[in-house]
């Protein structure tokens, strides 16, 4: 069975305290799925980047790769920067199979969801 690494794939910030609910998010899809390496990357600003997550990943022997952009929509950063990361990604692992998702935000259920908290209360 092939071993496959989930890397869930957002923007990043200076602030560090950014990146707390996606590292709440990283926890909670390890607990789903705790046959998958789950591991967080980031485009600009925090550690680690895309590359630097796959590789480690890929160390760890996952075969295959799942990226998932965390993104609300399909911005230039999920049109443009992701697959120049993906060609670099594939090109330091050939044998590797990497398949990157739409950005959550153009999933029907996470709009679904974002809508519902933000209705809550009113």
Not at 40 to 66: E, H, K, S, W, Y
Not at 73 to 84: E, K, L, M, S, T
Not at 87 to 106: F, K
């Amino acid at each position: 069975m092939t071993k496959t690494g989930l890397i869930l794939f957002a923007h990043g910030a200076r602030d560090p305290r950014w990146v707390e609910p996606f590292e709440r998010l990283k926890l909670k899809v390890g607990a789903a799925r705790p046959d998958v390496q789950v591991a967080l990357a980031f485009l600009d600003i925090m550690a680690p980047n895309l590359p630097t997550a796959a590789d480690a990943l890929v160390t760890g022997g996952c075969q295959a790769l799942r990226i998932i952009p965390v993104f609300l929509g399909q911005g230039g950063h999920v049109r443009d920067d992701i697959p120049a990361l993906i060609a670099a990604i594939a090109a330091r692992h050939p044998a590797v199979a990497v398949e990157v998702l739409c950005a959550v935000g153009e999933d029907d259920a996470v709009l679904q969801r974002i809508a519902e908290v933000s209705v809550a209360g009113l």
